[in-house]
C-alpha cells in the first residue's frame, strides 16, 4: 500500500476536468482552501483537458472545495464527481463466466438436457456437489444492517456499500467469488433462518456489519457444524486484536504470562478473553466501564501493561498503553499496522474452513494470532495489510490447527 501525504483522505475526493488554461484557478484554489487538499493526480487529455484529482483533509474541506471550484470556475468545469460516489455506483464486484461460451457447442453444456444429467448424477451422490458446481468457491456475505460502522440499526439496502466493500477485500485475499446478501431479519431467528435457507448454495457464511449478540444467538440458533458460519468479531478483530496484543508485549520484553492486560467493554470483543487466555495471558481484568465508570480503571492504570480499549474511551488513562479496537471503527486500511481490523486474519480464516470443511476452532483462532506474531515487522503492533504472504500463512496455520484437532 503507498501511504497517502499527510492530511490526504481519499474518502473526501473529487475527480475534476477543466479547460487546460483553467488549471491555473484550481491551484488557486487549492491554495485559498481552509483546510488541506492535495493533489493526488493531474494529466492531460489529447484535447487539452486537465484530470485533476483532489484530496480533502475531511466533509468540511470538501464541501468548500466543490463550492469553490463551481463558483470560479463556473462553464469551465467541465468534470466534478465525488469518487466515493464513483466507486460505489460499481458495485465493486461483478461476475464473470467460467464456462466457455463460444460456440453453440460450448452452450449447449449448459443447456437443461445438460443440467439433468448433472442433477440426476448429485441426486444419487450428493457429496460430490462441491466437486460438479461452483459452491466450492462461493461464500455468502451476510448482514443484517444491526451494526454497520458506528451508525444506528439501518434498512438493510443501506448497508450495501460497507458490506460491497468488506466482499472486495475478502476477494481479493482469498480469491473465492463472496457475494453481498444484507438480509431483511427482524430478529436472530431470522436471520438464523435466512443462513439455513441459503447454506445449500454456499461453501461458508460469514457476518458482518452484524450486532455480536444477533450474531451468538443465529450461531446457537443453527445449533449444527453443517454449515461453515464465520464472523468478523470472532474471526476477525479479536484474533488480530490478540495478536497486537503479543506484539506489543514482546517488544517490551514483557512476559505474556506475567502481562497485566484489562479489557474495556469486553462484552464487544466476542471471544478475545477466551483467545487472549488461549495464548498465554496471565492476568487478564475484564472491566465494564457502565457498571463501574472511567475512575476505577484510571486507578488500576498504574498496575497495568496494557489497555485493550472496545468501547472508545473518551479519557483513557494515562502512562499505559491503551490498544484502540472498537468494533464500529477500525483503523483506515493504509494505518492497519497500528491497529486490528479483521481483513488481518478473517481472509485467512475463511480459506482454512472452505479448504478442511470444517469450522473454526479457539485453536484455530490462536494459531491465527501466532501467525499474525510471524508475520510482524520488529517492533511493530501488526503486519501491513498488504503482506503477499498474510492469508496464505494465517490458513496454514489454522488449517494445521484444524487437522490436529480432528
Not at 321 to 344: D, K
Request: hydrophobic share 50%; charged share 20%.
Amino acid at each position: 500500500m503507498t501511504p497517502n501525504p499527510p492530511g490526504a483522505k481519499p474518502a473526501y475526493s473529487i475527480r475534476i476536468r477543466v479547460p487546460g488554461p483553467a488549471a491555473a484557478t484550481v491551484t488557486t484554489v487549492v491554495s485559498d482552501a481552509p483546510g488541506t487538499i492535495t493533489v493526488h493526480a493531474d494529466e492531460s487529455d489529447p484535447a487539452g483537458d486537465r484530470h485533476i484529482t483532489l484530496d480533502a483533509d475531511g466533509g468540511p474541506t470538501l464541501r468548500w472545495l466543490v463550492s469553490a471550484l463551481r463558483q470560479r470556475l463556473g462553464a469551465d468545469l467541465l468534470l466534478a464527481e465525488d469518487l466515493v460516489f464513483v466507486a460505489a455506483s460499481t458495485g465493486k464486484l461483478v461476475q464473470r463466466a467460467c464456462a466457455a461460451t463460444t460456440t453453440s457447442h460450448d452452450l449447449a453444456l449448459s443447456d437443461a438436457d445438460a443440467d439433468r444429467r448433472v442433477i440426476d448424477y448429485l441426486a444419487g451422490h450428493p457429496r460430490h456437489v462441491d466437486r460438479f458446481t461452483g459452491r466450492s468457491r462461493r461464500v455468502a456475505l451476510l448482514t443484517d444492517a444491526s451494526a454497520v460502522l458506528d451508525f444506528e440499526p439501518l434498512a438493510p439496502e443501506a448497508a450495501l456499500p460497507a458490506v460491497e466493500s468488506q466482499a472486495l477485500h475478502l476477494h481479493l485475499a482469498t480469491g473465492l467469488d463472496v457475494v453481498p446478501l444484507p438480509v431483511a431479519a427482524r430478529d436472530p431467528a431470522d436471520l438464523a433462518t435466512a443462513i439455513g435457507m441459503l447454506a445449500p448454495g454456499f461453501a461458508a457464511t460469514v457476518l458482518v456489519h452484524t450486532h455480536l449478540r444477533r450474531v451468538d444467538a443465529a450461531r446457537a440458533a443453527l445449533a449444527s457444524d453443517s454449515h461453515l458460519l464465520l464472523d468478523a468479531v470472532n474471526d476477525g478483530l479479536a484474533v488480530a486484536t490478540t495478536a497486537a496484543v503479543l506484539n506489543y508485549l514482546r517488544a517490551r520484553g514483557v512476559n505474556p504470562g506475567r502481562a497485566r492486560v484489562a479489557v474495556v467493554d469486553p462484552a464487544r470483543g466476542g471471544d478475545l478473553s477466551g483467545l487472549l487466555i488461549a495464548v498465554g495471558v496471565g492476568d487478564l481484568t475484564l472491566y465494564d466501564p457502565i457498571e463501574y465508570g472511567i475512575r476505577p480503571l484510571h486507578r488500576l492504570a498504574a498496575d497495568l501493561d496494557l489497555i485493550v480499549d472496545l468501547i472508545g474511551l473518551a479519557a483513557p488513562p494515562e502512562g499505559v498503553f491503551v490498544l484502540r479496537a472498537r468494533p464500529e471503527t477500525p483503523p483506515p486500511l493504509a494505518a492497519a499496522t497500528s491497529g486490528p481490523r479483521p481483513l488481518h486474519a478473517l481472509p485467512g480464516l475463511l480459506r482454512a474452513a472452505v479448504n478442511t470443511r470444517q469450522p473454526i476452532t479457539l485453536e484455530a483462532r490462536a494459531a491465527a494470532v501466532h501467525a499474525l506474531v510471524a508475520a510482524t515487522p520488529s517492533g511493530g503492533l501488526l503486519p501491513p495489510l498488504d503482506h503477499p504472504r498474510l492469508t496464505p500463512a494465517v490458513a496454514a496455520a489454522a488449517t494445521h490447527a484444524l487437522a490436529a484437532g480432528c
